[in-house]
């Protein structure tokens, strides 16, 4: 029986180990109920009771032999098994992305969205306001009395003797003084319209931001603080400012604003022309007409107005050098902000 | 307004300043310098020569063989093609190497043979007209006349003054008294802090008896429009060409030289700014001159070439005889007495007109000419006189006429002298900087205000100065706007920031890029013809809209109502340029006319539109999602048949009770090929201002369930009619609190279902709040369903 005992652990053993082994039929061949080690324990009731104890250890020797190398191999398997099946799920994963769809804001809104982000840092509140407008709010409140020059049609579109589509935002700013009481710190975006043909630089609608802070001891050194510190934060803070005398009839004095050229620094190169400069902003000190049309004593209130065109800066910001790619909407266009 | 150097030094020394830098300052000034250019800078080595002797050239049958004496000791040959020239002739010579105009080089070279060592010029050769050289014209070379002999060999840019620098200003429209030489020569002169000298021009009697009364007499019958008009007459007039050095003045500035009579004029409009204008007095009906409103279809005719005779209204100042018309004031001088090469007796008149008059009358008779450009900003009625004393010492100056004795002086429009209060801490206080009262003074002074204790006199052509910001503003220019130190306001603070919609609208921005849409930006107006390409009947409300009085186009001339034609307009622009599909989205602003006299109505609207990506019900997902993203609940689905610009079958409303807050579909096929579109074209049109109003942002916590959901899934077969809403509706209304969703999850149709019919199958969620439901309790809540179904929509299960 011992004989018979290692002649089958010998030969399970070649059997497991055999390549292709079926390990659940040598399973049951071996530890079965009709199996052959099975078999062998069933005689070992034949066997003496001294030989007994001796047979019995080697039995269960062989079986708990067989069992192990049976489990230890299945595992073995199963671990080959998802290996490879591991390896055929391999994926070529340099093929391109399945890229969800995403959409994106317009360049004039980020531009936008950028200035505003500067100036609600510094307490701002931006305020909306009509895009038909009266007469009232877009000339004759600001200084520009019936017969003046900026009136002229050929710059101003029309509805009737009394109604036009704003020229600038600055009636926002007249509406904001005749509710509201200083301080006053407002900046007004928005569409504005001009009767110009459409080409690379003009449009006959465009959008503007414009400022307005009123308060007592405002002076004209905060206007340029203030501007310089919106310079910075939309063209970056090496940036310098340059103000040039002007006229704007809602403001004395005036200036046009100059930033340093942003692509060169200020040494010069194709985007500001060779002058180290760029003009951007026109602004000024408000006209005392204006405070008093508002019911605000200039002797009392003093503060400033600036504007700043949103084309100009984005098509500057991104080197658009084509106004009208801005309202095709092409999407070939839109993609590249 | 420009400004040469040669000019310009007859009042203040300035040329010796490096002309970049001149401009620069200038313009810190205030005097905006927009460019300047070099005159003659092209032209090199070319001399005033003599022709010494002319032989005709052996090989050629009309070249000439000329010696030149250049001013080098020794004759140059040069070989000229011209057939004008004669020996003893004064020419422009180029003397090989040399430069002309354009960038023409000359050289040394042969001509059939023989050296030719330069180039004989013609005017046209060295930049100049025949305006500018009466006598020349471009057919051959230019002979300059005995008055040359003495300058042989001398650099041609000098012995016609050909060279200078020119400036060019953008003068603002506050400062009219800039569209001067003496104007801007001041400004020139306080910029660079050097002396100035304008001289009075002298009026000199002759004593022969006769006397401007004698011609005329002026009658300002509107004196409104007309306050001040002086005039001088001149007789035994001689009309020439005016003299070198005038013609290239004139020239320098963009000024054709014409005769000496009108080049006067010119000289003194851009010397004193003072528009002037000469009349021809033989042609004047009697001796009367009126200032008057014109009479309502009076005809006249300007002295431009094209002009023809043209109605006026009484609106409109005219210069009139006895009879008619014979200027245009402020604007253009009439044909009937325009100064010809006949003209004997002239009368000059410096007026001044009031601008807007000016202004109104150029702009409806279509004329802007430099005097009616100038009287529109407003002109200084105390310059009319010594501009009309510069005139006529100019025609003494060049023998053009006598000048008669005495002068008209009509002067209705007197202005008082204008004061300000000169406050030297509220200006510092104001400007934020720490200037001396001394300071101030001084500059103001230099500018020509007065200052006396505290009181500042503005000078008469300083009409735009009237108050403390005005002198502060003079006074810093000066100083240097970039001197003030930048400051940041000290002040209260303030409630700043985004408004809630300002706020919601930026949210929703991220939300609709976020589901691949991309925003456009188009105009506000469009055409009336908009509203037929996406079909609206003819009685729309939609179609009235605001109308642009004047409009750029037909296609930009009323505001829109709706932005469905701009946005499709956008879709059209990505299909011809071949983008395979787009998905846009713009928020809006529409225009809702009130009433004629009111503003109207802006509202926002959000509008979508796609091509190429997506179905309709990707954009029913797309408008509910922005539904739900302002917190909307229970908005219903409505199927809307009616919609003109939407497909009949295909479109569908999002409502909220009896409002509808949504409206989207595929575009009829008629709009859609109206746009150049084919295939399933989506769009939807969303009521953001009242989406806003309804939102519902308060989000409050719900406790996660503690009980398990079960559902249920039916099939049923029914009319193609029935609306899959319909048996989602019924089965939530008749399963009552338990039913977490009823969504229909797949609709098929098929042979074995028949036609006309479609198998619709909808997965119903039960929960109950407190506890697993039992199958018993779902059980009865789906039989409670089916019938509900059987009775009101007389549907049943499809046989398994």
Redesign the interface.
């Known amino acids: 029986m011992k004989e018979r005992l290692l002649e089958i652990k010998k030969e399970a053993e070649e059997a497991l180990h055999a390549a292709s082994a079926d390990l659940e039929a040598l399973r049951i061949k071996y530890l079965g109920k009709k199996g052959e080690l099975t078999a062998v324990v069933r005689g070992m009731g034949a066997l003496s009771p001294e030989e007994r104890p001796a047979m019995g250890a080697l039995a269960n020797e062989v079986r708990s032999y067989i069992e192990g190398e049976i489990t230890r191999l299945k595992q073995e398997y199963e671990a080959r098994a998802k290996e490879n099946k591991l390896r055929e799920e391999r994926l070529d994963v340099t093929m391109p992305a399945s890229l ?7 360049p ?2 980020k531009t936008q ?1 950028d200035m ?1 982000d500067i100036f ?1 840092g ?5 305020v909306d306001g ?5 007469d009232y709010y877009n000339f004759q409140a600001l200084n520009m009395p ?2 003046h ?2 009136r ?3 710059d101003t ?4 003797d ?2 036009l ?1 704003r020229s600038q935002t600055s009636g926002v700013q007249i509406r904001t003084m005749e509710k509201k009481k200083p ?1 006053i ?1 407002i900046i007004s975006p928005g ?1 504005v ?1 001009r ?1 110009d ?1 459409v080409d690379a630089t003009h449009s ?2 465009f959008h503007q931001v414009e400022g307005l ?1 009123v ?1 007592r ?6 206007l ?3 501007l ?2 919106f310079a910075k934060g939309l063209f970056g803070s090496e940036t310098r400012i ?6 704007f009839p809602y403001t ?4 046009e604003v100059d930033v340093s050229c942003f692509a060169c620094g200020g040494k010069g190169c194709r985007l500001c022309k060779n002058e180290g400069w760029i003009e951007v902003l026109g602004c000024g ?1 408000v ?2 007409n204006v405070l008093r049309g508002c019911d605000i004593d200039p002797d009392e209130y ?1 503060g400033f107005a600036f504007g700043i065109g949103i084309e100009r800066v984005a098509m500057l910001k991104y080197h658009i050098d084509d106004m009208r790619l ?7 266009f ?2 590249q902000f | 307004m420009k400004l040469s150097y040669r000019w310009c030094e007859d009042f203040t020394k300035v040329s010796d300043i490096d002309p970049k830098h001149f401009a620069d300052r200038m ?4 005097s ?1 310098v927009e460019c300047f250019e070099t005159l003659a800078a092209d032209i090199e080595n070319v001399v005033v020569a003599k022709i010494l002797k002319i032989e005709p050239h052996p090989d050629s049958d009309h070249l000439l063989i000329c010696q030149m004496d250049c001013g080098e000791g020794s004759p140059r040959q040069i070989i000229t093609g011209a057939q004008n020239v004669f020996e003893g002739a004064i020419v422009p010579a180029a003397k090989a190497p040399a430069s002309l105009p354009g960038g023409v080089k000359i050289k040394s070279g042969k001509l059939r043979g023989l050296p030719s060592d330069g180039m004989l010029c013609s005017i046209g050769e060295l930049g100049l007209t025949s305006h500018d050289m009466p006598g020349n014209d471009n057919s051959g070379i230019c002979i300059l006349g005995e008055e040359f002999a003495d300058k042989v060999g001398v650099d041609i840019r000098e012995a016609l003054l050909l060279s200078d620098v020119v400036f060019d200003y953008e003068i ?4 009219p008294d800039c569209l001067s030489v003496i104007g801007l020569a001041k400004e020139a002169a306080v910029t660079f802090d050097r002396p100035y000298h304008i001289p009075e021009p002298k009026d000199e009697k002759v004593g022969d008896g006769d006397d401007v009364s004698n011609y005329i007499r002026v009658d300002i019958e509107a004196p409104d429009l007309c306050p001040r008009y002086c005039a001088k007459a001149v007789k035994n007039v001689k009309i020439a060409p005016s003299p070198l050095w005038m013609r290239m003045r004139l020239r320098a500035l963009g000024v054709r030289p014409i005769n000496n009579i009108v080049d006067i004029t010119n000289y003194v409009m851009l010397e004193y700014g003072q528009p002037m204008h000469a009349f021809d007095y033989k042609c004047l009906d009697g001796a009367h001159i009126h200032v008057r409103r014109a009479h309502d279809g009076e005809l006249y005719r300007s002295l431009d070439i094209n002009a023809e005779d043209t109605p006026l209204t009484s609106s409109m100042l005219v210069i009139a005889d006895d009879n008619k018309p014979v200027a245009l004031a402020g604007v253009m001088g009439g044909a009937n007495s325009e100064i010809t090469e006949n003209t004997a007796t002239v009368i000059f008149e410096s007026a001044n007109f009031e ?2 008059s000016v ?1 109104r009358t150029a ?1 409806a008779m279509g004329i802007r000419t430099e005097s009616s450009g100038r009287f ?2 407003g002109m200084d009625p105390e310059n009319a006189m010594p501009a009309l004393m510069r005139a006529c010492e100019l025609v003494r100056l060049l023998g053009a006429g006598d000048v008669v004795d005495g002068v008209i002086d009509e002067y209705p429009g007197r202005r008082p002298v204008r004061t300000v209060k000169f406050e030297p801490d509220r200006i510092n ?5 720490h200037l001396s009262r001394e300071y101030m003074e001084e500059t103001l002074r230099k500018l020509s205000f007065g200052v006396e204790g505290d009181t500042v006199t503005v000078p008469s052509w300083r009409g ?1 100065v009237e ?4 002198l ?2 003079e006074v ?2 000066m100083y240097g ?2 001197e ?16 809630p919609r ?1 706020d919601f609208d ?1 949210k929703l ?1 991220s939300l ?14 469009i055409g009336p013809r908009s509203y037929d390409a996406i079909r609206l009947p003819a009685d729309s409300p939609k179609r009235n809209s ?7 186009g037909e296609d ?1 001339s009323v ?1 829109r109502t709706t932005a469905l034609p701009s946005i499709l307009e ?1 879709l059209e ?2 299909k011809n ?1 071949k ?1 395979e599909s ?4 713009e928020i809006a ?1 529409v ?1 809702i006319p009130t009433s ?2 009111t ?2 109505n ?1 509202k926002r609207a959000l509008f979508i539109a796609s091509y190429g ?1 997506g179905d309709f019900y990707k954009m029913k997902g797309i408008a509910e999602r922005v539904l739900m993203f302002a917190g909307i609940k229970g908005y219903k689905t409505k199927t809307v048949t009616d919609d003109p610009s939407y497909h009949p079958g295909r479109c569908a409303a999002l409502t909220l009770g009896e409002e509808t807050l949504a409206v989207l579909g595929e575009l009829h096929p008629d709009v859609a090929a109206a746009y150049g579109l084919t295939g399933s074209v989506l769009a939807a049109e969303i009521d953001i201002d009242r989406v806003f109003e309804l939102r519902d942002t308060h989000h409050e916590f719900r406790h996660l369930p503690k009980y398990p959901s079960t559902y249920r899934d039916f099939s049923f077969v029914c009319s193609e009619e029935l609306e899959a809403g319909k048996i989602e509706d019924v089965c939530t209304e008749a399963g009552g609190k338990l039913v977490e969703s009823a969504v229909v999850f797949d609709v098929y149709r098929g042979i074995q279902i028949g036609v006309g019919k479609k198998s619709v199958s909808i997965r119903v969620t039960l929960r109950a709040e407190d506890r697993t439901l039992t199958d018993e309790e779902a059980d009865k809540t789906t039989e409670k369903m089916l019938r509900a179904l059987s009775d009101k929509l007389r549907i049943a299960l499809r046989d398994r």
Request: hydrophobic share 35%; glycine share 8%.
């Open positions: 969800p769809a995403v959409g994106g804001r317009h004039l809104a969205r505003e609600l510094m307490g701002f509140s931006i009509p895009e038909v407008e009266l019936e017969g020059p900026a002229d049609t050929q579109f029309y509805i009737t009394n109604i589509l301080p710190r569409r319209y009767s043909e006959p609608l802070v308060d001891g405002i002076t004209m050194g905060d340029r603080g203030t310089l510190v340059r103000f040039r005398p002007h006229h004395e004095p005036s200036a000190m006209h005392p003093s801005l309202y095709e909407n092409d999407l070939r839109l993609s | 313009t810190d000034t205030g905006k603002t429209p506050n400062r601008g807007v202004r702009k529109e900003k206080a104001f400007l934020g900087v735009d108050c403390m910001n005005d502060a503003e810093i220019r706007y970039n003030v130190e930048t400051t940041l306001p000290t002040i209260k603070m303030a409630e700043g920031g985004r408004t300002q930026e921005h609709l890029c976020g589901m691949g849409l991309w925003e456009a930006a188009t105009f506000s107006f605001v109308v642009i009085r004047n409009p750029l930009t505001m956008v622009h990505n340029h983008n787009a998905a846009m989205y602003t225009y004629p006299d503003l109207p802006e990506v």
